[in-house]
């Protein structure tokens, strides 16, 4: 089945203590990005990435770190987590054509991140 | 100014209304419109792609204006079951959200 799967759902953590939010997708993407949403302020997204070893900052990329190993993979980590980073996360995964367009974005299940 | 701008919202109305919904765009090459639609703290579902030619589903219909850098999605008879919030996703290359639209469809 295709799908991403993003892990955990749900995490709860301290100040400072560093993370990790798992994403993986089985349908050869090459199109990757995560997104953070709270409440009033829609998708605002964080990384993207083209390919492999090809990362880019979105809108709100303070605070986040990620990388593109493999294809399949994008985790999100949090070297120092802050209470502002409490939120609901989302990975996303796309093919992109020929022409440059993206193909219908594939998300992940979300991740509702507390940081205390 | 934002890259994908939409209709504030929110709308509510009753069932059975014809609302519509629009969304503009700054990046001219953009390649890829879609509407989305998103239920409380649920992920994102692709309600439709938009083509240039403009496209129907059912009771939805959706639009694109390339010219004017704008595309709208068009829902007719709506039902309880519309009420969600609407996005409006852009892309080339990469893809880009519009801040969505909150729907209340009310008997």
């Known amino acids: 089945e295709a799908q991403v799967t993003q892990n955990p759902r749900y995490l709860i953590t301290v100040t400072g203590k560093k993370l990790t939010v798992t994403c993986s997708q089985n349908?050869?993407?090459?199109?990757m990005s995560w997104y953070r949403q709270d409440p009033g302020l829609g998708l605002r997204q964080i990384y993207y990435?083209?390919?492999?070893?090809?990362?880019d900052k979105g809108d709100v990329p303070e605070g986040y770190k990620v990388s593109r190993k493999e294809k399949r993979n994008f985790p999100l980590i949090l070297e120092s987590p802050s209470p502002n980073q409490t939120s609901l996360y989302f990975c996303?995964?796309?093919?992109?054509?020929?022409?440059?367009?993206?193909?219908?974005?594939?998300f992940g299940s979300g991740t509702q991140l507390s940081v205390l | 100014r934002k890259e994908v701008e939409q209709d504030p919202g929110p709308f509510n109305v009753p069932e059975g209304a014809t609302v519509a919904f629009n969304c503009t765009y700054s990046n001219s090459a953009s390649q890829s419109f879609f509407w989305y639609r998103q239920d409380c703290r649920k992920e994102p579902k692709l309600l439709m792609s938009v083509y240039s030619s403009g496209n129907e589903d059912g009771r939805f219909t959706a639009q694109l204006n390339r010219a004017s850098q704008y595309i709208s999605l068009l829902i007719r008879d709506s039902k309880l079951s519309d009420s969600a919030t609407y996005l409006c996703?852009?892309?080339?290359?990469?893809?880009?959200f519009g801040a969505g639209t909150r729907l209340t469809v009310k008997p």
């Open positions: 990435s083209m390919n492999v070893e090809v990362t």
């Open positions: 996303a995964s796309s093919l992109i054509g020929r022409t440059g367009g993206n193909e219908k974005l594939f």
């Open positions: 996703v852009v892309g080339y290359n990469d893809m880009r």
């Open positions: 349908m050869n993407h090459e199109y």
